[in-house]
């Protein structure tokens, strides 16, 4: 029972380690804007690590308990905590809800989905490492660094020359079994000096047999020099390949919230209001005709499960913000809700871009720390020739805009001003 115990508990710091170890990586890859994916490579170190400190026995179940906690570390670190720290770095609030969105931009989904393979294969050459040492470890029952395997002394060079000079097994016809091999072995390191020298490449492997290589042997820096090339050429390979299909699985997925026909969302009709504006609507969303006033229109899905959630209006006007120069637009609505004073704002974020009609617009995002109810509003300026339209959404009322928000951007996209003209200023 005590046993059992102290292994729950060895694996506990284990996985408390692996999640340390990933702290280097995901500060650099969070707010160093980078990825060092060999960082993961101390992941498996660290786990090990903890494992150690907890005093945890090391038996032959060790090896797969370090992968899977490495793994995991991996996991929750990439899907889940580097998300909540980019979320909380925008200024955003971090919920499930929040995290959830981030992975509707298919970019956002393809380049942490790159990220976590590559690093994945870092993490793997850290496991390789430790698993090896771990290994011998258990064989030879004597604690070993890592530095202790690149190490070779003349002294142990002649030793082991001597075991497979009494056989002339200095080449794969010649191979002889690993106990001819121990027999001939005066030193209580035997086992250990067999594992060292194989691991340099020294020592070869033929169908279950072992031979001295004479050549590397002379010259082993320049054989790991040589294989250490080949692991990194293969890791360069692996990378392409992964950014490859990464790329090919972000291209096929586009992405909700950006540039995208809306037919690929759902089906939308063409609604035209006082032969002035036209833009498009869900056939499954209807106009809420009591609230309609002072060219502003009011929307939402025809069974809206969740309340308010789904309303979006709509409005236009030819006052306030129809100013003929973008820039001067642009200036007029940025200083007014610069300005904004409300001590519950938290943020505010200002982008633009043109929309399909190539319209310049403007995407307005207020974040309002409500203890009540904690708030986001959209809001997305469109600007015409002396005329403007805009179309607002806010999740007040609810947390499930993730529909609404699709919809109200597809509004956005296809939003036309029939008698205005384009203004590309």
Same mark, same amino acid.
């Given at each position: 029972m005590e046993e059992e115990n102290n292994r729950s508990l060895a694996i506990l710091c284990s996985f408390?380690?692996?999640?340390?170890?990933?702290?280097?990586?995901?500060?650099i890859y969070v707010y160093g804007n980078m990825i060092v994916a060999i960082l993961?490579?101390?992941?498996? &170190?660290?786990?090990?690590?903890?494992?150690?400190?907890?005093?945890?026995?090391?038996?032959?179940?060790?090896p797969t308990i370090i992968v899977a906690v490495s793994i995991a570390s991996v996991t929750i670190a990439t899907f889940i905590i580097i998300p909540a720290l980019l979320l909380l770095k925008e200024g955003s609030n971090v919920s499930i809800n929040s995290i959830k969105e981030l992975y509707e931009y298919s970019s956002f989904t393809s380049g942490i989905l790159r990220d976590y393979l590559i690093s994945l294969l870092f993490t793997g050459l850290g496991i390789s490492g430790v698993i090896t040492n771990m290994k011998n470890q258990i064989r030879t029952g004597k604690k070993v660094n890592l530095m202790d395997y690149a190490n070779i002394s003349d002294e142990e060079k002649e030793i082991m020359h001597n075991a497979f000079n009494k056989y002339g097994a200095f080449d794969k016809y010649?191979?002889?079994?690993?106990?001819?091999?121990?027999?001939?072995?005066?030193?209580?390191?035997?086992?250990?000096?067999? &594992?060292? =020298?194989?691991?340099?490449?020294?020592?070869?492997?033929?169908?279950g047999k072992y031979y001295y290589n004479e050549e590397i042997a002379k010259n082993p820096g320049k054989a790991n020099l040589k294989r250490t090339m080949k692991i990194v050429?293969?890791?360069?390979?692996?990378i392409i390949l992964i950014s490859v299909i990464t790329t090919i699985f972000s291209n096929n997925k586009k992405d909700n919230y950006t540039k995208s026909t809306p037919n690929e969302i759902i089906e939308y009709n063409e609604v035209i209001q006082d032969n002035k504006i036209s833009y498009l609507v869900p056939n499954d969303w209807i106009e809420i005709e009591k609230y309609r006033k002072d060219n502003i229109y009011y929307y939402?899905?025809?069974?809206?499960?969740?309340g308010y959630s789904g309303i979006i209006s709509v409005r236009y006007g030819n006052t306030d913000y129809a100013i003929d120069? =973008?820039?001067?637009?642009?200036k007029t609505v940025k200083e007014i809700y610069e300005n904004d004073q409300d001590e519950e704002l938290l943020s505010t974020t200002i982008n633009e871009f043109k929309n399909e009609l190539d319209y310049n617009v403007l995407e307005i995002i207020m974040k309002y720390d409500d203890e009540t109810y904690p708030t986001t509003e959209y809001l997305?300026?469109?600007?015409?020739?002396?005329?403007?339209?805009?179309?607002?959404?806010?999740?007040?009322?609810?947390?499930?805009?993730k529909e609404p928000?699709?919809?109200?951007?597809? &509004?956005?996209?296809?939003?036309? =001003?029939?008698?205005g003209e384009n203004n590309n200023e």
């Open positions: 408390i380690g692996g999640l340390i170890g990933t702290i280097p990586w995901i500060l993961a490579i101390f992941i498996a &170190m660290a786990a090990w690590k903890g494992y150690n400190l907890a005093k945890g026995k090391t038996d032959k179940y060790v010649s191979a002889i079994s690993q106990k001819d091999i121990l027999d001939g072995i005066d030193n209580e390191n035997k086992e250990f000096l067999l &594992m060292k =020298f194989t691991s340099n490449g020294i020592i070869k492997h033929y169908k050429l293969w890791i360069v390979l692996i939402t899905p025809s069974i809206d499960k969740t120069d =973008f820039n001067e637009f642009k997305y300026y469109i600007h015409g020739n002396n005329v403007y339209g805009l179309v607002y959404l806010t999740d007040y009322y609810s947390k499930y805009v928000k699709k919809v109200a951007y597809a &509004m956005v996209e296809h939003f036309n =001003f029939i008698e």
